[in-house]
T-cell receptor, first 112, second 112 residues
Framework: DQQVKQNSPSLSVQEGRISILNCDYT??????FLWYKKYPAEGPTFLIS?????DKNEDGRFTVFLNKSAKHLSLHIVPSQPGDSAVYFC???????????FGAGTRLTVKP | NAGVTQTPKFQVLKTGQSMTLLCAQD?????MSWYRQDPGMGLRLIHY???????DQGEVPNGYNVSRSTTEDFPLRLLSAAPSQTSVYFC???????????FGDGTRLSIL
């Protein structure tokens, strides 16, 4: 059962514009959410996280929004840069990371 | 600062062969895990460890064994490889609850 879903396999945006990546989850016990970025032939690298007590977390150009009632989170990248082109995974857990579930990923392409 | 190191990077096996994928971390993290990534799917947890001598099953443990004799090392064993185990395997480590996982660069395993 896919408890974390990323319904858009790919997204293409122009350099300088906003990229919005979406993620939905089904398990109401999830209370810690993360976004990872992955380049080819490398492992995922941590980008940003948010706990369920917050609805927004910012780190530079990256902002994660959490809507608990809708069981939805999104990652905003502003402004998008060509170096942001990668696969982005969202992940969710109940807090101890032993039950972490990952989405299938969204491939972001930022065009110069 | 090596982080999480996985060896080998690539491996081809024949059905029925055994194999050990190695994972070592130098961050003194108590928690370690193994995931597999298949096309169109997110990372799925195979086994995890919350400290030396302690391991437990994840979402897809069948066909895999693990052990954790030291904090640094967490090898994954395939006792009798099957074509369904063709995948990319990632090892990760982390400090504890609500902390991001640090991933190795993966092992691409093909079983003929």
């Amino acid at each position: 059962d896919q408890q974390v879903k990323q319904n858009s396999p790919s997204l293409s945006v122009q350099e300088g514009r906003i990229s919005i990546l979406n993620c939905d989850y089904t398990n109401s016990m999830f209370d810690y959410f993360l976004w990872y970025k992955k380049y080819p032939a490398e492992g995922p690298t941590f980008l940003i996280s948010i706990s369920s007590i917050k609805d927004k977390n910012e780190d530079g150009r990256f902002t994660v929004f959490l809507n608990k009632s809708a069981k939805h989170l999104s990652l905003h990248i502003v402004p998008s840069q060509p170096g942001d082109s990668a696969v982005y995974f969202c992940a969710a857990s109940g807090g101890n990371n032993n039950d972490m579930r990952f989405g299938a990923g969204t491939r972001l392409t930022v065009k110069p | 600062n090596a982080g999480v190191t996985q060896t080998p990077k690539f491996q081809v096996l024949k059905t029925g062969q055994s194999m050990t994928l190695l994972c070592a971390q130098d961050m003194n993290h108590e928690y370690m895990s193994w995931y597999r990534q298949d096309p169109g799917m997110g990372l799925r947890l195979i086994h995890y460890s919350v400290g030396a001598g302690i391991t437990d099953q994840g979402e897809v443990p069948n066909g895999y064994n693990v052990s954790r004799s030291t904090t640094e090392d967490f090898p994954l064993r395939l006792l009798s490889a099957a074509p369904s185990q063709t995948s990319v395997y990632f090892c990760a480590s982390w400090q504890g609850s609500n902390q991001p996982q640090h991933f190795g660069d993966g092992t691409r395993l093909s079983i003929l």
